[in-house]
């Protein structure tokens, strides 16, 4: 099977980016690269950039373009982003986020080759966030009810316990969907040649299964 050596995750906040890419780093073998996740370990380790980002994180704003783009750069040019021929290969999950954004990557000869857009009604995700339980170790999303870990509170894959996010509370969650609207879907336009539109209202599976089915025919639209 071919597949996409650069692909991007496109989606409002809880629309099912970070559940999907777990699915598709088991079949596809690419390495997942989640700027929440990146952010989130730099704040747990108190490094400058955490400190900084948290202070727009906990508020569902974005943190500033320049310091995405080299948190970004530096970790594409690791070698688990390359194979064996050398070709840049990873899964992007909340990168880009802004046009400028979007602009850093095709500046470096990074452009994607497949956005995955995970569409996915306001209401449905104010639902799913709400419920969310989040692995702070590997970074595995639960819920309370459509995803419950086999114990209570302990993520499965690395035992960790789960934690209620401090953005997935309402007010946050309202935020984060205006940030969105306002600064991320246009990049739907952007990459209208690469897009690949999932409905993600259904079950995990169908839609990681959609999206398997979609990204190894190639097709865009
Ligand atoms: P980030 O962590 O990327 O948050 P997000 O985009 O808001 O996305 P989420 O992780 O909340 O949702 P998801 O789509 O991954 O959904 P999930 O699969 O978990 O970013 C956090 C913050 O960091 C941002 O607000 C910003 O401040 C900053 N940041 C990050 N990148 C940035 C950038 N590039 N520029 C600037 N700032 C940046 O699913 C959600 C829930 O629903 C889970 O409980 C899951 O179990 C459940 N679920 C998933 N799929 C289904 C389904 N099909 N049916 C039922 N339930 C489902």
Do not use: W
């Amino acid at each position: 099977m071919t597949t996409p050596n650069r692909m991007i995750l496109l989606g409002a906040p809880g629309a099912g980016k970070g559940t999907v890419a777990k699915g598709l780093v088991d079949h596809l073998k690419v390495t997942h690269l989640s700027t929440g996740d990146m952010l989130r370990a730099a704040v747990a380790a108190g490094t400058e950039v955490g400190l900084h980002a948290k202070t727009f994180m906990d508020r569902g704003a974005l943190v500033p373009d320049d310091v995405m783009v080299a948190l970004i750069a530096e970790r594409v040019s690791q070698d688990d982003c390359k194979s064996e021929d050398g070709t840049v290969r990873f899964l992007l999950d909340g990168f880009p986020r802004t046009l400028p954004q979007a602009d850093a990557l095709d500046d470096r000869g990074l452009g994607p080759d497949a956005v995955i857009h995970l569409d996915v009604a306001n209401e449905v995700v104010v639902g799913r966030l709400t419920g969310r339980r989040s692995c702070p170790g590997c970074g595995a999303p639960y819920h309370v009810e459509f995803k419950q870990p086999k114990v209570a509170g302990i993520c499965d894959i690395c035992d960790t316990a789960l934690v209620h996010r401090a953005d997935d509370r309402e007010e946050p969650i309202r935020k984060r969907l205006a940030t969105y609207s306002a600064q991320t879907s246009p990049l739907v336009e952007r990459y209208s040649a690469e897009l690949i539109t999932i409905d993600g209202d259904n079950a995990p599976s169908a839609v990681l299964n959609a999206v398997l089915e979609r990204v190894s025919a190639g097709s865009a639209g």
